[in-house]
Each structure stands twice: as structure tokens, then as C-alpha cells.
């Protein structure tokens, strides 16, 4: 079964609002990762977050990560158009050792001007 | 410099066809992955190797069959293409531990 399921499926917000994505996975993980994709293109890597972790930022992005209820959140703030695309979180587990990111299905986030 | 590029980025062909799928990376990383994402968005890791050697090889028909010539590159065989193949096809390469970064993706449409 999928490792990392994120909700919601899709979103559409204004822009200038604050998008939030979550994301929750099952099994154990060193590092949480955040990544989007625009719509024909290739997966960027937005955010790393380690299992030690519990929040960190990156410019408008801020992530959150719970590991007793294995959940994590992607905050983006002042959202623009150019935030249009999906975001998907993805784990690494380490029964996998450190070779294999899971992915969830993703959320569709769309940015109206 | 691109760091992971995949050649071809759209390739439609016929099935019954055998296709390959080429990838390099030039951040002199150890471990080359190949993911399938599927019509869902569903995003599956199908092989990664390391230094040239295979360490996973999850459930994908063995008309799958990756080639790493050098560590630099992993490229995708597909034999006797079927139409379920369709999907998009991301190469992606890590440094142990670290962010995995991915190619831009290959459109592959069986018809």
C-alpha cells in the first residue's frame, strides 16, 4: 500500500491565500520530503525534513512534521499563480534503508489570480 | 548544467515495440533510481541501483530490464511494449541519505 497518502486531493484558493497541504504516512521514516510538480514538467524538491525534526521553513514554505501521528504538513503562504502545480510528500523509511523515497498520490493545488 | 536529463522526454510507439529510456546524472552521485507515475499520479519506484548495482528491483514485469553502464548513467529497456506501459517514466539520482533529484520525465504512449 502507498506509504504517503496527502489530503486534500485537490485545492483551489485565491491568490494571496495560504494554501495547506497534509500529508500522513504508516510506517517509521528518517526524512520527510516535499516535492511539486508542474503540470508537464519534471518533480522539484521543495523541503527536506528529518524524522528529528518538527518544523521548518523555507522562504514561503513551512513545514511541519509529527511523527507520533505520522503526519506532516506543507504550508505556503501568499500564494501566487506560479504555486499551481501538485505537491507530493514522499518518505524515507528505514526498512527501505536510505534508496527509496515513497510517494503519495499527491495534491492539486490551484492558484487563481 | 542539468543535473539528471532522460532522453527521450516524449516517445509514442506501437505496441509490441522494444524502447529505451536513457539517463544520466553528472552530480557524481552513487544511486540512480527509475519511478513510474502513473495515470493517477501515482508515483513507484520500479529500480534502484547503487555504484552500478542493482538493490531494488520491485514488481515490474521482467520486460523491464535496467542497464547501468557506469554509474554516471542507468538507463530503461522496455521489450514488447504494452499499452498499460503508457505513463510517465522519472529518472532520479541521491547522494546516500540525502535529496533525490529528478529528471524532467519521459512521456512514453503505447498505442
Known amino acids: 500500500s502507498q506509504q504517503g497518502e496527502e489530503d486534500p486531493q485537490a485545492l483551489s484558493i485565491q491568490e494571496g491565500e495560504n494554501a495547506t497541504m497534509n500529508c500522513s504516512y504508516k510506517t517509521s521514516i528518517n526524512n520527510l520530503q516535499w516535492y511539486r510538480q508542474n503540470s508537464g514538467r519534471g518533480l522539484v524538491h521543495l523541503i527536506l525534513i528529518r524524522s528529528n525534526e518538527r518544523e521548518k521553513h523555507s522562504g514561503r514554505l513551512r513545514v511541519t512534521l509529527d511523527t507520533s501521528k505520522k503526519s506532516s504538513s506543507l504550508l505556503i503562504t501568499a500564494s501566487r499563480a506560479a504555486d499551481t502545480a501538485s505537491y507530493f510528500c514522499?518518505?524515507?523509511?528505514?526498512?527501505?534503508?536510505?534508496?527509496?523515497?515513497?510517494f503519495g498520490k499527491g495534491t492539486k493545488l490551484s492558484v487563481i489570480p | 548544467d542539468t543535473a539528471v536529463s532522460q532522453t527521450p522526454k516524449y516517445l509514442v510507439t506501437q505496441m509490441g515495440n522494444d524502447k529505451s529510456i536513457k539517463c544520466e546524472q553528472n552530480l557524481g552521485h552513487d544511486t540512480m533510481y527509475w519511478y513510474k507515475q502513473d495515470s493517477k499520479k501515482f508515483l513507484k519506484i520500479m529500480f534502484s541501483?547503487?555504484?552500478?548495482?542493482?538493490?531494488i528491483n520491485e514488481t515490474v514485469p521482467n520486460r523491464f530490464s535496467p542497464k547501468s553502464p557506469d554509474k554516471a548513467h542507468l538507463n530503461l529497456h522496455i521489450n514488447s511494449l504494452e499499452l498499460g506501459d503508457s505513463a510517465v517514466y522519472f529518472c532520479a539520482s541521491q547522494a546516500l541519505g540525502n535529496t533525490i533529484y529528478f529528471g524532467e520525465g519521459s512521456w512514453l504512449t503505447v498505442v
Open positions: 514522499a518518505t524515507i523509511n528505514p526498512g527501505a534503508g536510505s534508496y527509496q523515497l515513497t
Open positions: 541501483y547503487n555504484n552500478k548495482e542493482l538493490i
